[in-house]
Each structure stands twice: as structure tokens, then as C-alpha cells.
């Protein structure tokens, strides 16, 4: 079992930034590829960014490539996700979630574990 607790969600004007972070419960948090997802109100959730257990490999959606960053550190158990220039349109619920794949995937349904996720909210 993995439990994931989100932080760092907030409200921000349009062009800053916030930095969530996931921390992961269990020892065998760097067998675990992550990811984070979002979902806004009346919409699907969506993949947003993912690294594999490594860390060597990181994949993006094309809507938040070049100002969101992902990244790991598996001594602290815990992910992150730095968002910058952000975008009103950016506003949702972000989530973190485990995948026992060791390689990053894109698809919400492969994950096994989810947090409870954390609001981010961006103002024009």
C-alpha cells in the first residue's frame, strides 16, 4: 500500500508560480513511477506530467510543457511539481498518483494509488 498526501496547492495571479508536492508513504517509493494529474470543475481529469522511478525519464502534456517541471527526490519519499507562468486556465485540483510501473505512463487508469489531491486556483 501507498499513501500519497498533496501539498503546496494555493491561489496565484496569471504568470506565477507554486510548487506542489506529493509525499509518499512506504519504503519502496522509488519502485513506483509518478504522476500528477488535474481536474476542473464539470471536466475529465487529465495527465499533466509524469517521471519514472529513476527520475531519467519525465514526459509532459503539450498544454503545460516548458513552464511545469516535474521531479523526485526518492531519499525524501516525495514528488514535486514546479509550475510556472501559470494561467487561469490552469485552475483544478491536482493530484498525485503511484504506478507500480517503473516507467512513467500517461494514462490516469494505469495508476494504482491516488492522493486526496490539492486545489490550485489562478486568478486573472
Known amino acids: 500500500q501507498v499513501q500519497l498526501v498533496e501539498s503546496g496547492g494555493g491561489l496565484v495571479q496569471a504568470g506565477g508560480s507554486l510548487r506542489l508536492s506529493c509525499a509518499a508513504s512506504?519504503?519502496?517509493?522509488?519502485?513506483?513511477?509518478m504522476g500528477w494529474f488535474r481536474q476542473a470543475p464539470g471536466k475529465e481529469r487529465e495527465f499533466v506530467a509524469a517521471?519514472?522511478?529513476?527520475?531519467?525519464?519525465?514526459y509532459y502534456a503539450d498544454s503545460v510543457k516548458g513552464r511545469f517541471t516535474i521531479s523526485r527526490d526518492n531519499a525524501k519519499n516525495t514528488v514535486y511539481l514546479q509550475m510556472n507562468s501559470l494561467k487561469p486556465e490552469d485552475t483544478a485540483v491536482y493530484y498525485c498518483?503511484?504506478?507500480?510501473?517503473?516507467?512513467?505512463?500517461?494514462?490516469?487508469?494505469?495508476?494504482?494509488?491516488w492522493g486526496q489531491g490539492t486545489q490550485v486556483t489562478v486568478s486573472s
Open positions: 498518483a503511484a504506478t507500480y510501473r517503473p516507467l512513467a505512463t500517461t494514462t490516469k487508469y494505469e495508476y494504482d494509488y
Open positions: 517521471i519514472s522511478w529513476s527520475g531519467g525519464s519525465t
Open positions: 512506504g519504503r519502496t517509493f522509488s519502485s513506483y513511477a
